[in-house]
């Protein structure tokens, strides 16, 4: 998981020529350097109890919803907010594929001074109360996404740990944690499982 340390913005300007508009400026959304809404004035958060939101406006006419991809689930973690992959709409096809940015630098955790920031220029992200809590079952979706090589299957396959894949472990003796993760993921995690982000070097 990618723990944001610094939100800003920057400014943009949208191009709605090929629509028959004109030039419109906007702002960008930058955490850690890397572009995660790309027109903060056209942000639609629409009161989805399922937390579905799609970063990405149309940069060709600034409707919402007019591209396919750039949608993630805002979860509750904790003190601090996350964005997922929309995992249950990306079962049924690739409208609802995620940011780039969730492939390159992870799954973002906002909280602390980050979540201020975030909340400053997008106040709705901040209501966490207005959030679902993250629970187990998507905590191992996230586990999955981020592990290298497909060493827990590729999505939209369930997670299953492909030990032909690992070499070695720091933790356990032998193969010891291989079989803990394993049993972890097998599990079966439900909806009601609460999460607890738990830093790798706290």
């Given at each position: ?86 995992f249950e709409e990306m079962e049924d ?33 901040a209501e966490l109360p207005r959030w ?45 944690a291989l079989g803990v993760l394993s ?20």
């Open positions: 998981m990618w723990a944001v340390d610094r939100v800003e913005t920057r400014v943009r300007e949208l191009d709605f020529s090929p629509s028959g508009g004109g030039r419109c400026p906007t702002k960008s959304l930058v955490a850690d350097g890397v572009e995660i809404v790309n027109a903060i004035d056209f942000l639609d958060v629409a009161a989805d109890a399922a937390g579905l939101v799609q970063l990405t406006t149309c940069e060709e006419c600034g409707t919402p919803g007019c591209n396919s991809g750039g949608w993630v689930v805002l979860r509750r973690l904790q003190s601090g907010l996350v964005m997922l992959p929309a096809g690739g409208e609802f594929a995620p940011p780039y940015f969730l492939k390159k630098c992870g799954v973002p955790f906002f909280t602390g001074a980050a979540l201020e920031l975030l909340g400053a220029q997008l106040p709705a992200f679902t809590f993250l629970d187990s079952r998507e905590a191992a979706l996230v586990l999955q996404w981020e592990a290298p090589c497909g060493v827990l299957e590729r999505f939209p396959a369930g997670p299953r740990l492909r030990d032909d894949l690992v070499a070695a472990s720091t933790h356990g003796r032998g193969r010891e049993t972890l993921i097998a599990r079966q995690p439900g909806q009601n499982d609460r999460c607890r982000w738990c830093p790798a070097n706290p």
